[in-house]
T-cell receptor, first 117, second 111 residues
């Protein structure tokens, strides 16, 4: 099982450049998330999506954009890269049955390590 | 979501049980306790979760006190590969599945 796949694994950007971090899951999960993790810190939620066509902001959304056109894919876009966005980015997915309030755990990808110089 | 408090670091000898405590004194009646771990720089890995009953799976056991204000994650026979940062998280078990990661406990398993 592939689970949650993130690409690229590493990337170096110059200030002001843009890029898209890719995330795909093959578990038919309806919920998907983007987190960032700065050195020595816990994860912080950037954006999340409860299904195709629906996205919402997390704790630290500034400087990022997302879209969810399919159930499987949830790309994260950096439009104008800044040094403060140097971090490790994790994508995750989970299944939530809103009718019965299921609480399934999140499954994480292996991350994208992004440096902005 | 309720706040959790964990020790910064712990040590454990290989083959012994590792008991990782977590305080969540402000937990609400509908909030679950989740445990994740992060090995080196990999993505967090789900371990176990529970509401009020003790839970066990192939990875670990979760003991929740009767008043639900604290819990303990037990790794029954720790191995070197269990060296990781362990996160205790409480959240409402419905809808938007938001996880708030604190600093966690850095567990070092030594030979």
């Amino acid at each position: 099982n592939a689970g949650v796949t993130q690409t690229p694994k590493f990337r170096i950007l110059k200030i002001g450049q843009s890029m898209t971090l890719q995330c795909a899951q093959d578990m038919n999960h309806n919920y998907m998330y983007w987190y960032r993790q700065d050195p020595g810190m816990g994860l912080k939620l950037i954006y999340y999506s409860v299904g195709a066509g629906i996205t919402d902001k997390g704790e630290v959304p500034n400087g990022y954009n997302v879209s969810r056109s399919t159930t499987e894919d949830f790309p994260l876009r950096l439009e104008l890269a800044a040094p403060s966005q140097t971090s490790v980015y994790f994508c995750a997915s989970s299944y939530s049955d809103r009718l019965y309030h299921s609480n399934q755990p999140q499954h994480f990808g292996d991350g994208t390590r992004l440096s902005i110089l | 979501d309720a706040k959790t408090t964990q020790p910064t670091s712990m040590d454990c000898a290989e083959g012994r049980a590792a008991n990782l405590p977590c305080n969540h004194s402000t937990i609400s009646g509908n909030e679950y306790v989740y445990w994740y771990r992060q090995i080196h720089s990999q993505g967090p890995q789900y371990i176990i979760h529970g509401l009020k009953n003790n839970e066990t799976n192939e990875m670990a056991s979760l003991i929740i006190t009767e008043d639900r204000k604290s819990s303990t994650l037990i790794l029954p026979h720790a191995t070197l590969r269990d060296t990781a940062v362990y996160y205790c998280i409480v959240r409402v078990g419905s809808g938007y599945n938001k996880l708030i990661f604190g600093a966690g406990t850095r567990l070092a398993v030594h030979p």
